[in-house]
């Protein structure tokens, strides 16, 4: 008797692709900057988020959905920073956001009204890596306590990845973190990668990464205005 073996996760990464790229559609053709905060577990990624909802809140309409294992503390907290809904994703166990959640959540946004739209991802460097979101973009937050060679360890991820956000930095006279050598440690998964140097608690960097966020809002507008320009009719 013969055997046939089916591939699950095959079938449902190629699923999950199709949902990412009607999710990516909605988000284009309403002109929205999407990113995908993926990180390490405690990296930082609510308190960078905390600190630009206060920053840039009431200059850009910012949506945030987020996704954690078992709690929604840290949409709790983003919400105590702005009047707009955050979608909180409690994934039961499961180490990464899918498309289809992202979709579900897009449901209850209005994207005409938003600039920006950050899905806070599961602190986790493996699984997020695989799964497209429909982001425009992943971004990586990679904190200074943490070890210089993780791009090494996990480097599909700084693959996938557009910027690396270095956080906690005002950290780094106190651990034995070289910057430079983590650098070119990411920079040998994905010499295209761009670096921002951070402290959500300092504010060093935090101006650089406001002005990185202003420069996308304004070019996905940018690209939806000629879009419309060069539609028929």
Known sequence: MSVRVIDVRERVLARNDEIARDVRTRIEEA????????????SGKTTLLERTLDALGSE??????TGDVQTQNDADRLARHTSRLVHAVVTGGACHLDASQVANALDAIDLDETDILFIENVGNLVCPAAWDLGEAAKIVLFSVTEGEDKPAKYPRMFREASHVVISKADLLPHVPFDLERAKAFAREANP?????????????????WYGFLRSG???????????NQVSPG
């Open 217 to 227: 809002a304004h070019l996905a507008t940018q690209r939806l205005t000629s879009a």
């Open 60 to 65: 850009l309409s910012i949506a945030i959905v």
């Open 192 to 208: 295209e990668l761009g670096f921002l140097v951070t402290s959500a608690l300092t504010g060093q960097g935090l101006d650089e």
């Open 31 to 42: 002109g929205v900057l999407a990113l995908n905060l993926v990180s390490s577990p405690g």
